[in-house]
């Protein structure tokens, strides 16, 4: 028996729907009439404006990618194809303690590079409203879940970085965060392992922190140590969040040294025994390398570092440190030194660790990719269909709907994205159309700047954003707020 629907804007017919749930895949029609999907089933459809034949492919929610530094990208490149040409509707902004608001003004030292512009007084942004008033105006293709950054409320704040925030500083960062998520913000993230961040003590995040609760706002963290420092660094988080009475994210999971190789086993029981008694949740991507600003300490605990992008050198974007380092005839901290500032992608996890994490039912993906690098981590292009295809397809590591669960209804249930992350009747039609058995992704670490495979048609709030290898031109994305702000 089908259901009969009048009329419809969209038609995705005859496609396995893959409902984000966790729940196996089965043939259905999905209609879609402005933003929301309508009908979802056997459909007789009547009249549908347009119709998307997806006999032979697979249709789920749109990817959301809970670890972004795109806070800059979204308004710089409104078509975000990076990320769209994945099938991602949805990225989440202002991680590992950076984002573009509410800045104050000052010096913006790394990693706030990783986002701010170089050039002075582009895109900065006094306050989160000023940031979302700029988006609501010029709209990207995808939409946007902003957190606020510790290290941006710091350097706008305090004189000196090098030292916790006294009790004044710690006021006013308090009200410039509550400012924000009364504007709509989705929470609040730090950076404990980069220098403008790690002087904080626990009690200066938990107090500011303390904000989230009223708006269900999310914390989201990069610990202070990933390596010999990651059990002290979980306990640091668990307690600050229960401190804060808020629920944690902690980002980019990883066993990063060799010396806590094979501990994920560990880490892992950790964050399952504290989510016993607390709300937390974890973000993995599927790569043994991680990537960030070049920082002397990441030598130690690397066997190969790419150098992404040097300000004094440009050219030696996408080459070795090692090779650079032998024909300058000097160590890698000394290249190191003579190429800042810029970016680094570390050879620094074990694929066991990788693998654990990445299959454990808690862990979200988010791909931590780092936009504006000029060689960047293929990460930024490639980290949702890697999942799929290479360690879902090719692997095995678990089934294709348990990847699809980690990236669109588990993502959307713990940042509190109403309505989305589901494909049921009612949710908003964020909808990806893709080829299950050929979905990959091509970006590597040698040629990072290239589209997936296997990605068919992308729908953002019931629009076709992305369709046949190219984007629309279609700007549908917008910004979601917390649900503390109606
Ligand atoms: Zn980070
Ligand atoms: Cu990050």
Redo the contacts with the bound molecule.
């Keep these: 028996m089908s259901e009969i629907v009048e009329r419809c804007d969209v038609l995705i017919k005859g496609g396995q729907v893959i409902d984000g749930t966790g729940q196996p895949a089965r043939s259905a029609d999905v209609a879609i009439t402005g933003d929301r999907i309508v009908a979802l089933g056997a459909l007789n459809v009547e009249r549908a404006e347009h119709v998307i034949e997806a006999t032979g492919q697979t249709v789920t929610p749109g990817f959301i990618d809970v670890?972004?530094?795109d806070d800059r990208l979204v308004m710089s490149n409104p078509e975000v194809t990076p990320k769209l040409s994945q099938g991602v509707t949805t990225v989440v902004v202002g991680?590992?303690g950076?984002s573009l608001s509410p800045w104050t003004g000052g010096h913006t030292p790394p990693p706030l590079d990783?986002v701010f512009s170089p050039e002075p007084d582009e895109y900065q942004f006094p306050t989160f409203a000023a940031y979302a008033d700029a988006l609501g105006k010029h709209p990207s293709s995808i939409n946007v879940v902003p957190l606020i950054g510790h290290s941006t409320l710091r350097c706008g704040t305090m004189d000196d970085v090098d030292r916790p925030a006294t009790e004044a500083e710690i006021t006013v960062m308090k009200e410039r965060l509550r400012e924000s998520l009364e504007a709509g913000a989705a929470g609040f993230s730090t950076?404990l392992f980069y220098a403008p961040n790690k002087p904080a003590p626990a009690a200066e995040v938990a107090a500011i922190a303390s904000e989230l609760p009223a708006f269900q706002g999310i914390y989201a963290t990069?610990m202070r140590n990933e390596g010999e420092g990651l059990f002290d660094s979980l306990d640091e988080t668990f307690d600050t969040a229960r401190r804060a009475g808020c629920a944690v994210v902690i980002?980019?999971h990883k066993c990063q040294n060799e010396k806590v190789w094979g501990r994920s086993v560990e880490s892992l029981a950790r964050i399952e025994a504290a989510s016993a008694e607390q709300s937390v949740g974890f973000d993995v991507y599927p790569y043994i390398a991680g990537s960030?600003v070049l920082l002397e300490e990441m030598i130690q605990p690397s066997k190969r570092i790419i150098v992404s992008w040097s300000a004094a050198v440009p050219e030696a974007g996408g080459r070795d440190l090692s090779d650079i380092s032998a024909e300058w005839g000097c160590s890698d901290a000394e290249a190191m030194a003579r190429l800042q500032p810029g970016g680094g992608i570390y050879f620094s996890m074990d694929e066991a660790d990788v693998d654990r994490i990445l299959s454990h039912p808690m862990g979200m993906i988010?791909s931590?990719g780092?936009p504006h690098d000029v060689h960047p981590h293929p990460r930024l292009w490639g980290t949702f269909p890697r999942v799929l295809g290479h360690y879902a397809r090719e692997r095995g590591l678990f089934s294709l709907e348990e990847g699809v669960r980690k990236m669109t209804g588990l993502s959307a249930q713990t940042f509190n994205l109403k309505d989305r992350g589901l494909l049921q009747v009612g949710a908003f039609a964020d909808v990806v159309v893709f080829d299950a058995n050929t979905i990959i992704d091509t970006a590597t670490f040698e040629t990072p700047k290239s589209t997936a495979a296997g990605i068919d048609t992308v729908l953002v709030n019931g629009a076709i954003a992305w369709q046949q290898g190219a984007g629309t031109g279609q700007r549908s994305g917008r910004l979601l707020s917390n649900p503390g702000v109606t």
């Design positions: 670890h972004t530094h991680n590992c950076i990783l950076g990069h980002s980019h960030t988010g931590d780092i």
